[in-house]
């Protein structure tokens, strides 16, 4: 294969008009597909199909201390849900807060309260502060950095590789005092797959900022959804911290809505018990509690981190070959022609792939057009500005094998067609 | 019956020492009841067990356009569901937000929005406007003024009749523009079942408040909680503010807490266009979507306004002789003596009991003493405080009619017990 910087005008030129006779057959086909978000398929949501059936009238309604799982109360979720979630999180159960059915609801509650009422008992509200900024590792969730963007946090984006964030940014912004936070996915990076190093972790843990305030917003989306027989097991966080009496500097957030429901399953928080004390304190005020009917579902479905464990495996079954097809296409199409690099994940959701700079939203463009649905270009960046406009996103879970391998076929020919365009400057 | 004001010293006495006697038996009882929060019993859950079977492999669990209701999405909840609370709300579905199981939750949020934001686009937000009021009338729900006391806004009481709160002095208050809201639960009044009369509706409609940031928050929390066939109806405030351009004032609040499950039904609010866009753009920041498999169990147990109606009858049915039982006890123990009045509400979940001035606590405490935990006294009030000391909350829906006739004969006891105190100046 020669790479396109090493062609000829007339290698190039030929090149395109290849390329775009496939886009134009492609175009024709008349394609409706989306891979733009992290939706887990029909199959995958089937696997939880024995979770109807575990409340009813004959299973009955209480749990296991003998709570009426249908009325008030149980701020901060059943005991057997606050025990499996410690499991998952690696805490104790009494520093799991139990919530509905959104991770991503406890994180922006969870900001809220830091905004209106500083993010320690008796410390200054963010809002009453001026020009407060959150670190944002990228590429990285793009609703995070909405959370950011909505409070008016001004974001500060440092470059991730392989093994997380690069510290040496972290550590030097850290001793801005204006600098409140950080957003982190530690394990199968949304949408990286980047899985944090011992090291990194070890070095977060052992930050020193400025600002009392600061907290970082341990996402561990996809602590258990790996892909393949290697596991990743990334360092507690929160037990490292403890090593240096920063404890209060770590929020943690996990979810079942990749395990069981996406719409329909229970997420959690842990921290401090300091942290969890304040959180709780303003839970009092916000809700009598959460819907406990679900939550013991999912107790009686996942009896312990073992179930869920085998159940994920299942899960894996299913979302392996879909990125595989994803991979073989980007491999066999576009491998040894340096317009495009992407990541081979062992876990999470998403495969990054990176094109030539200024291509990114013109791909998106083209393949959008043949009926394709991709993540917005620039998303997986604060503000939604890539500065390179380089980074795409690929969500293979919800399309099947056959309808990834057309959709993949089509991004790759976009990925090609808006290099050329690029290098013959059309 | 003498009034015991105009009873003799020693027949103070004597009434006295004949209370204590029997206030002494009561404590060898070993009662252990709780009449403190309105939580439906076992017996009004089990009314909606057929909800348990509604969504299961056999059902399906795709509603009725199609939507998968397991998978992410759906920000304002399922189009079944909000064309229910529709009707039940008096306004049209696309002025609805379906939301997860707390309405409480969704007050908490819309307050902490108009703190953060403001409460309409572009607005001020009200935690950089100093010294910001509430109209709280009182009686009232104490988690309505939990809110108020979490963000720091000072609350002014306004006394309640039978008619709703006295117009005159929320029209004079509404002049300060330092007055941003009004908490109204407008039917069956938390806690003296007061139903505000079409003149207060209407002239709640034509305030003309200072601060144009000024919401009204209404939290029909009783809308179809009827308790006998004399079923209220209620002028509908939206429409009403509509016809004097005050449709941006009114945000409407409901649930199922008390028709299905308190700890897993389904929360709605309702608002004008604008400020229904307005809450879902912050909702959009803050969560993918609600639980909709909770959603669709709702919308195929209540097909429409009527099946809710006919449930909400069942209802009743169960708790009227407990409102009754409670009543019996007030007139046959109370009456006459001067020492207390209390309401017989038409609706709701509570009887509103006020015992002579400074004598509140003391009931409570005594109660509690002998096993039967009420609601703390002050509750009702802003800041826990009522100024008379003289106002009990009676929560009458969870224990049984012979627990009720017990813990009620025991109250009745207390609030002799503490008035003859009082008289006696013991």
Request: one cysteine or more; a negative charge; glycine letters at 8%.
């Amino acid at each position: 294969m020669i790479q396109y910087k090493n062609m000829t005008k007339d290698e190039l030129n030929l090149a395109f008009e290849l390329v775009k006779a496939r886009y134009a057959e492609f175009c024709l086909r008349g394609l409706s597909l989306n891979m733009a978000r992290g939706n887990p398929s029909r199959k995958q949501m089937d696997l939880s199909a024995a979770m109807f059936t575990k409340v009813n009238v004959d299973e009955g309604f209480l749990n296991e201390s003998g709570i009426d799982c249908r009325n008030y109360g149980g701020l901060d979720g059943l005991p057997e849900l606050k025990s499996l979630f410690a499991d998952m999180m690696g805490v104790e159960s009494s520093q799991v807060i139990v919530g509905g059915n959104s991770s991503l609801n406890m994180m922006f509650d969870t900001v809220a309260q830091f905004m209106t009422h500083g993010s320690y008992e008796g410390g200054t509200p963010w809002l009453k502060q001026d020009d407060i900024k959150f670190i944002c590792p990228v590429p990285g969730y793009d609703r995070h950095f909405k959370i950011c963007e909505y409070f008016g946090i001004q974001m500060i984006s440092v470059p991730m590789d392989e093994n997380g964030p690069q510290m040496d940014k972290v550590r030097e912004l850290v001793k801005d005092p204006a600098v409140k936070g950080m957003w982190c996915v530690p394990k199968y990076s949304n949408p990286s797959g980047a899985v944090y190093s011992d090291e990194v972790i070890r070095e977060i843990a052992q930050l020193d900022p400025a600002s009392k305030d600061f907290r970082i917003l341990w996402d561990n989306a996809y602590c258990v959804h790996h892909l393949t027989e290697d596991e990743a097991e990334i360092l507690n966080l929160l037990e490292e911290a403890e090593k240096y009496g920063h404890e209060d500097m770590v929020i943690k957030f996990a979810s079942t809505s990749k395990i069981t429901f996406p719409g329909a399953g229970v997420a959690a928080e842990a921290a401090s018990a300091k942290n969890v004390a304040y959180l709780k304190k303003r839970m009092s005020y916000q809700t009598i509690g959460p819907d406990k009917l679900n939550q013991l579902r999912h107790a009686r479905m996942f009896r312990n981190i073992d179930d869920i464990r085998s159940h994920m495996r299942k899960h894996a079954e299913i979302l392996r070959p879909k990125f595989q097809t994803v991979l073989k296409r980007l491999n066999k199409e576009l491998s040894g022609l340096g317009i495009a690099e992407w990541t081979n994940p062992k876990g999470g959701y998403f495969i990054s792939l990176d094109v030539m700079d200024d291509c990114a939203k013109r791909v998106v463009a083209l393949c959008k057009e043949a009926g394709v649905t991709l993540t917005g270009a620039g998303a997986t960046y604060p503000y939604g500005k890539d500065p390179h406009d380089s980074n795409i996103r690929i969500a293979p879970s919800y399309p099947s094998v056959s309808e990834l391998d057309a959709a993949s076929e089509l991004l790759c020919i976009a990925v090609k067609y808006a290099a050329l365009e690029k290098l013959l400057q059309l």
